[in-house]
């Protein structure tokens, strides 16, 4: 694993470039990332594009030796562009369109900003794609992060678009969703909404089935978005391209084995110091990336086992780790002190750290020093189904977020803490190289994952799911009655779907033998001492290691006490 880091030349006078980048080459990184945040320094007017920055910081960074990761920075749109076409700015649930004055101010289905994006993006590739000292690309930032959907009329006219393509007649619909339900029913594309917030003395809702659709919808808006940015850099450049997706505690509304899909390698921006947490995204960004490695592009520089961190991001397949940031933020709406170095320039106890790191440990070429032997399926509209569940609007979006945080705070973290390597997989297909397959909180019936489970199980696998698997169809409706993988992978003959009731002292509801192989089914509030004891009755070894020997991870019983970033009070949380 070989570390660079988030250094800005366009905030700071050319005169301490010198310095700046002498700073960086000393501390062991061999590249820089920048240019994310600055459309408007680049192309300060419509028709007037400014260059002379970037030209002279890329190759200010080549004389110390130091390669540059060029961001495009369309997740930061000019004022200009904002003066001249008003309706690129996103409308809320709410009905009110944003102003300008914070970031990922934009709609992904606004003309005049997909344009616009279009331009920036293709005037900076055709400059930097083939210099020699550009050697990869992020698109955007944080795709979906503050801006997470638009309720614009733009949106509401491709969300119908979304709706006719997935349902082909508007009566095929309204047989589906059942919008006989409170007198819904629709006669015309046109007559579908968006799901605004409703405004009454009581909390209401939208239609379920038209939330998990609009949020499908708004996630394959993003991943288009960030497709056609790459679709024009691949024109102009060979170098790798990539994206810095944020992490599940602020919202998984981007499917991010969609966005990933053309991408040359994941990247993720991670923000946490619990050991459990950094291995799951570590895992999930290298499972969506192309090959056994993955990219860190932000990570805090003031964490505090900061040495640990990089040894366990090394061994879960980390090519390249990029730490956020090296200078503070003086002013602005992230100035605070969190980087490498002091307000004064002067270094931060960690610089030393991750310089001694740098000299001892890195090198090209990644690889998972655990053998990785469990499948955990990891599903988008089960996620989605239960986020729409959660639909009191007045719930902090980390209230809402129900499934991933089971998924990575009881499940994974159970499998971390077993020593066990984890893919987390989307597509499931190839389950039988694994030794057990976890399905937890599958919520949603999907039939290609149910003929993949059960050959799986048939086969000799052992799998875990819990008690409320395959509840829902995809329309996010209730299922009737229980789908064909009841009675041969747990037993169950009943009609009806088996009460989520376990025995006395025991989260385990049934366990059945099917063909060579074995299923487990777990309370779906299943804790994670249920979990521990099943794993190590299966896989009795001891928990993970770092590349030095030394034990990072938190211990089952230790109470952790979260601040607004859902990380423990150690850890640094820089709004990147």
Known sequence: MQLGISYYPEYYPPSLWDRHFQIVADGGFKRVRFGESSWATFQPAKNEFRWEILDSAIEKAASFGIEVVLGTPTYVPPLWLVQENPDVLPVGSDGRRTVFGARQHRCFNAPAYVEAADRIVGAMVQRYGRHPNV?????????????????????????????????VTIEELNLRWNTAFWGQRYAR????????????????RHHPSLELDFQRFSSDSIVRFCDRQFDIMREHTDRPITHNTDTFYWGDNVNVHHLFKKLDVAGMDIYSDRPFEIAFYSDLTRSVSKGERFWMMEYSAMSSRLTEELDLAADHGCEWFYLFKMLPFTCGQEMDRNALLKLSGTPQPNYHKVRAWAAEHSMPGVACKAPTRVALLYDF???????????????????????????????????FEAGLGVDIVFDPIDLERYDLVVAARQFVH??????????????????????????????????????????????????????????????????????????????????????????????????????????????????VVYDQRGAAPRATHAIA
């Open 135 to 167: 050697v990869a690309w992020q698109i955007d930032n944080e795709l979906g992060g503050e801006q997470k959907r638009c309720y614009c009329e733009h949106c509401i006219g491709q969300f119908q678009h979304f709706l006719q393509s997935r349902y």
């Open 189 to 204: 594309w046109e007559d579908v909404p968006v799901p605004m917030r409703l405004n009454a003395d009581l909390p209401m």
């Open 381 to 415: 509209d089960s996620s989605w189904a239960y986020w729409v569940d959660q639909w009191r609007g007045d719930l902090p979006i980390p209230e809402r977020q129900v499934y991933p945080k089971y998924i990575i705070e009881i499940v994974y973290r159970a499998l």
């Open 446 to 559: 999907k039939s290609q994952i149910e003929n993949a489970l059960t050959h799986y199980v048939h086969q000799g696998g052992r799998l875990i799911v819990t008690s409320d698997l395959f509840r829902r169809n995809e329309d996010n409706a209730w299922l009737e009655c229980v789908t064909p993988t009841y009675p041969t992978l747990i037993g169950w003959t009943g009609v009806d779907f088996p009460d989520d009731a376990a025995e006395a002292d025991s989260w385990q509801i049934l366990t059945h033998q099917y063909g060579k192989g074995k299923t487990i089914m777990l309370h779906r509030e299943a804790e994670i001492d249920a979990w521990q004891q099943i794993l190590q009755e299966w896989f009795p070894v001891s928990g993970p290691e770092t590349s030095q020997g030394n034990v990072l991870r938190h211990s089952s019983s230790e109470e």
